[in-house]
């Protein structure tokens, strides 16, 4: 195929995309995702780090046992709490979620790269502990599905439920997208969905161990990321970037 012909298919499916996220926009999260099976079948999956979206969305896949692969990013660095939630949420819905490892063991990448890269080069830490084991998974799939909300970051309120992953070359699914903080804790509420314990202790937004604090009354739920420094996101959303 040339290089027009490429760019004609690249425009119709993003025309596709368009079409389907107007549609998907009145619908219900269940129902992004029940489409979002119909269309890639086992050529789809969802990145969970068990925040409360993802819980939502676990809820979801669980209770209508939808066929849909879920992992993790395991980096080695996530706190005891999110580790028994993983199992809770597992036992809880008869599901496998799948752990996926970066290369380089906590006490390799130290070996290579010194001790406590996060504190120095966060970006890198992340890149190599999160974007480069997403992308090898990413690579095998056609669309995957995230649990981002429009108001938890700038760099988010653009999202659309279903639109192209230019960062990944796929489709992203984001059947969370219109829905509230509010909406998100009154669902697991109503449904008894098991929730990070850390969530009650001050901690709205749960990454590494290393990278993540309790915010104060008042300050933004991502507050707590990556304190004291520029960076406010993994990189596995959002544009490309060399980096990350
Ligand atoms: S959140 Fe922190 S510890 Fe985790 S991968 Fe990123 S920089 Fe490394």
Same mark, same amino acid.
């Given at each position: 195929?040339?290089?027009?012909?490429?760019?004609?298919?690249?425009?119709?499916?993003?025309?596709?995309?368009?079409?389907?996220?107007?549609?998907?926009? $009145?619908?219900?999260?269940?129902?992004?995702?029940?489409?979002?099976?119909?269309?890639?079948?086992?050529?789809?999956?969802?990145?969970?780090?068990? &925040?409360?979206?993802?819980?939502?969305?676990?809820?979801?896949? &669980?209770?209508?046992?939808?066929?849909?692969?879920?992992?993790?990013?395991?980096?080695?660095?996530?706190?005891?709490?999110?580790?028994?939630?993983?199992?809770?949420?597992?036992?809880?819905?008869?599901?496998?979620?799948?752990?996926?490892?970066?290369?380089?063991?906590? $006490? &390799?990448?130290?070996?290579?790269?010194? $001790?406590?890269?996060?504190?120095?080069?966060?970006?890198?830490?992340?890149?190599?502990?999160?974007?480069?084991?997403?992308?090898?998974?990413?690579?095998?799939?056609?669309?995957?599905?995230?649990?981002?909300?429009?108001?938890?970051?700038?760099?988010?309120?653009?999202?659309?439920?279903?639109?192209?992953?230019?960062?990944?070359?796929?489709?992203?699914?984001?059947?969370?997208?219109?829905?509230?903080?509010?909406?998100?804790?009154?669902?697991?509420?109503?449904?008894?969905?098991?929730?990070?314990?850390?969530?009650?202790?001050?901690?709205?937004?749960?990454?590494?161990?290393?990278?993540?604090?309790?915010?104060?009354?008042?300050?933004?739920?991502?507050?707590?990321?990556?304190?004291?420094?520029?960076?406010?996101?993994?990189?596995?959303?959002?544009?490309?970037?060399?980096?990350?």
């Amino acid at each position: 195929m040339d290089n027009t012909a490429v760019a004609t298919e690249l425009e119709a499916s993003h025309a596709h995309l368009a079409r389907w996220a107007a549609e998907l926009e $009145e619908r219900s999260p269940l129902e992004a995702l029940e489409w979002a099976v119909e269309q890639y079948a086992d050529r789809l999956t969802f990145a969970t780090a068990f &925040g409360p979206e993802g819980c939502v969305l676990i809820d979801l896949i &669980g209770r209508r046992r939808l066929p849909i692969d879920i992992f993790t990013l395991d980096t080695g660095l996530v706190f005891p709490e999110t580790y028994e939630l993983w199992q809770r949420l597992e036992a809880r819905y008869g599901l496998r979620i799948r752990g996926v490892e970066p290369e380089l063991s906590v $006490e &390799g990448q130290a070996a290579v790269h010194g $001790e406590k890269l996060w504190e120095r080069q966060p970006e890198q830490c992340c890149h190599m502990r999160k974007v480069v084991p997403l992308r090898a998974e990413l690579a095998r799939v056609d669309a995957w599905i995230t649990a981002i909300r429009r108001d938890q970051t700038p760099q988010r309120a653009g999202a659309l439920v279903v639109e192209p992953d230019e960062k990944f070359g796929i489709v992203k699914v984001n059947p969370l997208v219109r829905w509230t903080k509010k909406q998100v804790w009154a669902h697991l509420l109503e449904h008894d969905v098991p929730y990070n314990p850390l969530h009650d202790r001050g901690y709205p937004s749960i990454g590494c161990a290393p990278c993540t604090s309790a915010v104060k009354p008042g300050e933004d739920e991502r507050a707590g990321r990556w304190r004291g420094t520029a960076k406010t996101e993994c990189g596995l959303h959002g544009p490309a970037r060399a980096s990350a």
